[in-house]
C-alpha cells in the first residue's frame, strides 16, 4: 500500500470516529467501497504472504491452516464485494467500533513497512470490520486448527477459540477485535 492508501483508509477511520451512531447498511457501503481497491493480483501477494508465513506453522496442521486462512482471507473479500444483505434497521456497535478502528490504525501502521508492495493491512482491516460489525461471527472461522488439536467452534449460538485469552492483548493479533470467547480448558 503506499501512502495515499493509508490515507484514505485512515480519512474513512477518521469520518467513522465522528458518528454517533452507524446502521450496517451504510457500513457495509464503506466496507465495500474501501475493497474496491484490491484486485486480484492484491489478493495474490496477501496468498503469497500467508504461505510464506505457514512455514512456521507446526506440520501437522500446516496444510489445513493454509487452507483455511486462504480459502477464507480470498473469500472473505468476495463475499464483502457480493454482500446484498438486508441489514434493515440493525445498527453496528458505535463504541466497540471506535475502539477497534483505533487499534487498527495502530496495527496498520506497524504493519506498513513490511508491507509496502501488497494491501494486506487494508485486506485484513476489512476482513475484521466485516466479519465482527456485519457478520457477528468470530474472525477465525470455525474449524480453524491451534496449537494441540484445538479448534474455533461454534456451540448455542457462541463462537469459542481455544487461544483467545492468550492473545487478547497482544497488539498485532485480532483477537481484541472477535466476538469469540475463550474455549473452557481442561
Do not use: W
Not at 29 to 49: G, P
Not at 108 to 132: D, F, R, S, V
Request: proline share 3%; hydrophobic share 35%.
Amino acid at each position: 500500500m503506499d501512502d495515499k492508501d493509508y490515507e484514505t483508509i485512515f480519512e474513512t477511520f477518521k469520518r467513522i470516529k465522528k458518528m454517533n451512531e452507524l446502521k450496517k447498511a451504510d457500513f457495509i457501503e464503506i466496507i465495500q467501497s474501501l475493497s474496491k481497491n484490491i484486485s486480484v493480483y492484491d489478493l495474490s501477494i496477501a496468498t503469497s504472504f500467508l504461505r510464506e508465513e505457514g512455514k512456521y506453522v507446526q506440520e501437522h496442521y500446516r496444510e489445513k491452516y493454509l487452507e483455511i486462512y486462504i480459502k477464507y482471507f480470498i473469500m472473505r473479500i468476495k463475499d464483502i464485494n457480493q454482500d446484498k444483505t438486508d441489514y434493515a434497521e440493525d445498527y453496528v456497535n458505535i463504541n466497540k467500533l471506535h475502539e477497534s478502528l483505533d487499534i487498527l490504525k495502530q496495527q496498520m501502521k506497524m504493519k506498513k513497512n513490511e508491507h509496502k508492495n501488497g494491501k494486506l493491512p487494508l485486506i485484513y482491516a476489512l476482513i475484521i470490520l466485516y466479519t465482527t460489525y456485519l457478520l457477528e461471527e468470530s474472525i477465525h472461522p470455525v474449524g480453524t486448527p491451534f496449537p494441540g488439536t484445538l479448534y474455533v467452534t461454534y456451540e448455542n449460538g457462541i463462537f469459542y477459540c481455544p487461544v483467545k485469552e492468550n492473545n487478547e492483548n497482544n497488539p498485532k493479533s485480532v483477537c481484541q477485535f472477535c466476538i469469540a470467547e475463550q474455549t473452557a480448558l481442561n
